[in-house]
């Protein structure tokens, strides 16, 4: 029999949308994909160079539960000349992607009915992580009108005695939006840990992504390679902790994944060290697509009120059409063959939504909002 928990688990409803839309495309069906956020770049050369290199010099065995101390000293490196702060190897776990940093912290910080404060919207797996664990999310509703931020005295009244952290995601998932510095430095100041994700964070267009860092020295972040590196499927990620906590993060590791794989860190190591120039030639596309996708959407009635300046996707408003966004997603799927992601995923904040990605070409954007008026048309003729 199925456990409790493997039952009350709920789908990663985008991950719905592309498997329904990859039955279709068996069946010769041609589907524009907006739901999923997946770099369309090839991994730089330099990255994949390196991990070959690792491979033909024998680096295929276990590395320390930590994770390479080469691999780390990099990452110090990269928060020291971006963002001017100071953080120690013996700080940093290296793990399988930013998933499982994910899993190795809220078991670390989460007993039985403890809580975390997350945004709704939010990323659709912070509740489902939480809760795994025993924990229970509390959300925050954060609005459009507001440019999704997070307002501070919102955060304040959530708080309770079991209060084990605070969640921040800027640039976010699914808005796209930066989280102002000002307010960051206030949820900082709160009293309670702050956990921020700062997986999309050197891609971002207008103004500048800060780091919890900058603001606090008993903050936790994860970070990673998928987004900014185009390194989805290479799974590489880590937290940086406070010290206190690292040996427990540590243990944990040990227990459930030793290691991650040896031979890609040894291209995190490449990607922090030699691949700039290709993150800001990727960038600049991310920009291009950014802004045309934002004009089509404000164009077919679709509401952008704050322009999105981070991560690669848009949060459009179809409330003028729907309030029901995962039957219009799987509707648009269906009839007009583009496939989104429902607002519904990131929380009933979000519902009456729906988000947009440009990790695609601008070819396929263009046809994929083509396809998207003609359904709107049709849709208002019935």
Request: hydrophobic share 40%; charged share 25%; net charge neutral.
């Amino acid at each position: 029999m199925l456990s409790q928990r493997a039952c009350d688990i709920p789908p990663f409803i985008v991950m719905d949308v592309l498997e329904k839309a990859q039955e279709m495309e068996k069946r010769g069906e041609h589907v524009v994909h907006l739901e999923v956020g997946e770099p369309d770049f090839d991994t730089p050369a330099c990255i994949k160079e390196a991990c070959v290199r690792a491979l033909r010099d024998g680096r295929t065995h276990y590395t320390h539960s930590l994770g390479l101390l080469e691999l780390r000293e990099a990452i110090c490196e990269h928060y020291a000349a971006r963002y001017g702060v100071s953080v120690c190897p013996d700080q940093i776990v290296v793990t399988s992607g930013t998933s499982p940093a994910m899993l190795l912290l809220f078991s670390a910080l989460i007993g039985p009915g403890d809580e975390i404060v997350i945004s709704d919207p939010h990323y659709a797996c912070y509740p489902n992580f939480i809760r795994f664990v025993g924990g229970i999310p509390v959300c925050v509703n954060v609005y459009e009108e507001d440019g999704f931020q997070y307002r501070p005295e919102a955060i304040r009244e959530k708080i309770s005695p079991r209060t084990k952290g605070i969640l921040i995601n800027s640039p976010s998932n699914p808005t796209g939006n930066l989280l102002d510095p000002g307010r960051m430095k206030e949820i900082a100041s709160l009293g309670v840990p702050v956990i921020s994700d700062e997986i999309y964070h050197g891609l971002v267009y207008e103004g500048k992504e800060h780091s919890i860092l900058e603001f606090s020295d008993s903050a936790f972040v994860f970070n990673g390679f998928s987004k900014a590196y185009a390194m989805t499927g290479w799974r590489l990620g880590y937290v940086i902790s406070p010290k206190a906590y690292v040996r427990a993060l540590q243990k944990i590791q040990q227990n459930l994944f030793i290691s991650a794989n040896a031979f890609v860190q040894w291209a995190g190591v490449a990607a922090l060290r030699q691949s700039d120039k290709d993150v800001v030639r990727m960038r600049a596309i991310y920009d291009e697509r950014r802004r045309y996708m934002i004009r089509r959407l404000r164009e077919l009635g679709l509401g952008v009120s704050v322009e999105p300046t981070g991560a690669f996707y848009v949060l459009g408003n179809i409330r003028a059409f729907s309030r029901d966004s995962y039957s219009t997603a799987f509707d648009i799927l269906n009839r007009a063959k583009v496939g989104v992601t429902p607002g519904i995923d990131f929380g009933q904040n979000c519902e009456g939504y729906l988000r947009f990605s440009y990790a695609n070409s601008l070819e396929n954007i263009r046809e994929g909002l083509d396809r998207l008026e003609r359904y709107l048309r049709e849709d208002h003729r019935r």
